[in-house]
């Protein structure tokens, strides 16, 4: 268990209509990252929020949005969806571990949420 | 040009054999670093082993180390021992810059599907 949690784990929509994915990071993580992984795409990085701020962008198409609540949870808005918007949307945080001069970083995914647009 | 390469799509491998996965990595920054996913059938991304452009050592955690050339841009993953368990999609990816608590969303290659043969 990565700690960072999604809902709904299945999502069946039709064309045309908006969903909502939510995503919450692991305790104390700040940031937020959303990828899309589809078949013709593979991975790819659509969105970041840092506390609340978006903080980058990628891949992300204009009819789809993203928010970080004040609790740090986000949500992903995904609206006039077509056929080629099925796919495994994942969100993620990022954690650093410290030793010595070390640094290890992390990136934790949550179990991601399956689309499926007919 | 790709950030992140995987040559190998698909490899077999025996069980209790070591496995190497290649990726190569194309970044002009001097700060990155380099990470590896495993995605079994049921989707989820597991975090498996971290490096940094700046790590003096290569990376190991468990089984699981990373064959680190800076030069060559190469950061090949080695699993020692397969397991069945081990059969799964593998994703090499990458973060550029300086990791700065809000900047570090991932390039990821399009993966090697790894198969465990009893």
């Known amino acids: ?83 080629g918007d099925s796919a495994l949307y994942f969100c993620a945080s990022s954690a650093y571990l410290t030793w010595g001069t070390g640094v290890q970083e992390t990136q934790y995914f949550g179990p991601g949420t399956r689309l499926l647009v007919l | 040009a790709q950030k992140i390469t995987q040559t190998q799509p698909g490899m077999f491998v025996q069980e209790k054999e070591a496995v190497t996965l290649d990726c190569t990595y194309d970044t002009s920054d001097p700060s990155y670093g380099l990470f590896w996913y495993k995605q079994p059938s049921s989707g989820e991304m597991i975090f498996l082993i971290y490096q940094g452009s700046y790590d003096q050592q290569n990376a190991t955690e468990g089984r699981y180390s990373l064959n680190f050339q800076k030069a060559r841009k190469s950061a090949n993953l080695v699993i020692s021992a397969s397991q069945l368990g081990d059969s799964a999609m593998y994703f090499c990816a990458m973060r550029e810059g300086i990791s700065n608590f809000g900047n570090e969303k991932l390039t990821f290659g399009t993966g090697t599907r790894l198969t465990i043969i009893p």
């Open chain 1, 1 to 83: 268990d990565s700690g960072v949690t999604q809902t709904p784990k299945h999502l069946i929509t039709a064309t045309g209509q908006r969903v909502t994915l939510r995503c919450s990071p692991r305790s104390g993580d700040l940031s937020v990252y959303w990828y899309q992984q589809s078949l013709d795409q593979g991975l790819q990085f659509l969105i970041q929020y840092y506390n609340g701020e978006e903080r980058a962008k990628g891949n992300i198409l204009e009819r789809f949005s993203a928010q970080q609540f004040p609790d740090l949870h986000s949500e992903l808005n995904l609206s006039s969806l077509e056929l």
